[in-house]
């Protein structure tokens, strides 16, 4: 995991109107949350399992799955997920099933993150803060 500071951190946003913002740029709502935390994920790549930047937020009043809640944004961070192959020998996944099942058990949760994509990620923070702050 490498952490981006962010000017980002600590922005309140109304939940329903940051998704309007940013699953047009790619961005969706990591497989991960629960009814007082979440984040926003950008999937950067596939390479030997997945990149991603994550954008963390938690609910300030309310709770995710209501009308109207607002989230306080955490600072992003880069992971890569590594996951293991073969290892679901009775499991048959079918595109409906995987879409409720994005993300399986990885085999390395906190894999090395590939130098290279540690710039693009720094550059999709950059478009986010003149997003969502300009």
């Given at each position: 995991?490498?952490?981006?500071?962010?000017?980002?951190?600590?922005?309140?946003?109304?939940?329903?109107?940051?998704?309007?913002e940013?699953?047009?740029l790619?961005?969706?709502?990591g497989?991960?949350?629960?009814?007082?935390?979440?984040?926003?994920?950008y999937?950067?790549?596939?390479e030997v399992?997945?990149?991603?930047?994550?954008?963390?937020?938690?609910?300030?009043?309310?709770?995710l799955?209501?009308?109207?809640?607002?989230?306080?944004?955490?600072?992003?961070?880069?992971?890569?997920?590594?996951?293991?192959?073969?290892?679901?020998?009775?499991?048959?996944?079918?595109?409906?099933?995987?879409?409720?099942?994005?993300?399986?058990?990885?085999?390395?949760?906190?894999?090395?993150?590939?130098?290279?994509?540690?710039?693009?990620?720094?550059?999709?923070?950059?478009?986010?803060?003149?997003?969502?702050?300009?």
């Amino acid at each position: 995991m490498i952490e981006i500071p962010s000017a980002l951190e600590g922005k309140t946003f109304q939940l329903y109107k940051l998704e309007r913002e940013l699953k047009p740029l790619g961005y969706s709502i990591g497989g991960n949350w629960d009814y007082d935390h979440g984040s926003f994920d950008y999937k950067i790549d596939d390479e030997v399992g997945y990149q991603f930047l994550r954008l963390p937020f938690e609910a300030v009043d309310g709770q995710l799955d209501s009308h109207g809640t607002t989230v306080k944004l955490g600072r992003p961070y880069l992971l890569s997920h590594k996951y293991q192959i073969g290892v679901d020998d009775h499991a048959h996944i079918g595109n409906f099933s995987a879409s409720f099942n994005q993300f399986s058990e990885p085999q390395d949760p906190d894999a090395q993150f590939p130098e290279k994509y540690i710039t693009v990620g720094k550059a999709l923070v950059k478009e986010l803060e003149d997003r969502l702050l300009h």
